[in-house]
């Protein structure tokens, strides 16, 4: 059975930080590209980051480019989301998810897995 399970959110004020991790179980985590993704209420599920197999390649939503940092340890099957500098905008719960192949894909529609969520609130 395949499982993702987002922890690190929580309550942080303007300009503060977070780190999300992914803990995933029951795949070949290495051979599957990870991303991240918000949801708003009221909003859709939008991309932040995703990060290749290896973990060389990345990609980032404009909105968290220089902010948001993802990275992955194949050892610990394990993807994270550094968070820096958050707004009121990122307010949102986090999820992570997982693909095969080897496209850092952006739209929800072309991962395979996903967790159950993290909620972030960032207040002003």
């Known amino acids: 059975q395949i499982q993702l399970v987002e922890s690190g959110g929580g309550l942080v004020q303007v300009g503060g930080s977070l780190r999300l991790s992914c803990a995933a179980s029951?795949?070949?985590?290495?051979?599957?590209?990870m991303g991240w993704f918000r949801q708003a209420p009221g909003k859709e599920r939008e991309f932040v980051a995703a990060?290749?197999?290896?973990?060389?390649?990345?990609n980032y939503a404009d909105s968290v480019k220089g902010r948001f940092t993802i990275s992955r340890d194949n050892a610990k099957n394990t993807v994270y989301l550094q968070m820096n500098s958050l707004k009121p905008e990122d307010t949102a719960v986090y999820y992570c998810?997982?693909?095969?192949?080897?496209?850092?894909?952006?739209?929800?529609?072309?991962?395979?897995?996903w967790g159950q969520g993290t909620q972030v609130t960032v207040s002003s």
């Open positions: 998810a997982a693909r095969s192949g080897w496209v850092l894909a952006v739209t929800q529609y072309d991962y395979d897995y």
């Open positions: 029951g795949l070949s985590f290495s051979l599957y590209v």
């Open positions: 990060i290749s197999r290896s973990g060389s390649g990345t």
